[in-house]
């Protein structure tokens, strides 16, 4: 009689509640962050090398002293640049179809009024030339 309490008590799982509790808890953010931190390594050490600076020991020349200034691997404008678009927010797909679909219907109608303005222009300097 105990036994047949419990069972009344405890309430069906439904559908929803059935598929959420079997799931295995998804591991692939955690593959993903593993694979990023193996990539970190060595980009950041050719990062380091990069960011070194090297010269040529030349014995003192006034025509070597070119040559024995300290150079980067990457030049300072590619470090520049690539620190600078980091910097940039990219708009998201939404966005960039609005944005895309604007400049095309400014270009359309452009296109219209410019057509418009030098068809007009032809007939009247048809008319004052050609007459």
């Known amino acids: 009689m105990n036994k047949s309490n419990k069972v009344s008590s405890k309430k069906p799982k439904t559908i929803r509640e059935h598929v959420s509790s079997s799931k295995k808890p998804d591991d692939k953010k955690r593959r993903l962050h593993k694979a990023a931190g193996s990539v970190k390594k060595p980009v950041r050490a050719v990062k380091n090398v990069a960011q070194k600076e090297y010269y040529i020991p030349l014995p003192k020349n006034k025509y070597t002293n070119f040559l024995n200034k300290k150079r980067r691997v990457t030049p300072k404008f590619f470090v520049e640049a690539w620190r600078e678009l980091k910097l940039v927010s990219w708009p998201n797909r939404k966005e960039t179809t ?34």
Do not use: H, N
């Open 98 to 131: 609005q944005l895309t679909t604007a400049v095309l219907l400014f270009a359309v109608v452009f296109g219209v009024i410019i057509a418009i303005v030098d068809y007009g222009l032809d007939k009247v300097f048809e008319r004052l030339l050609l007459k």
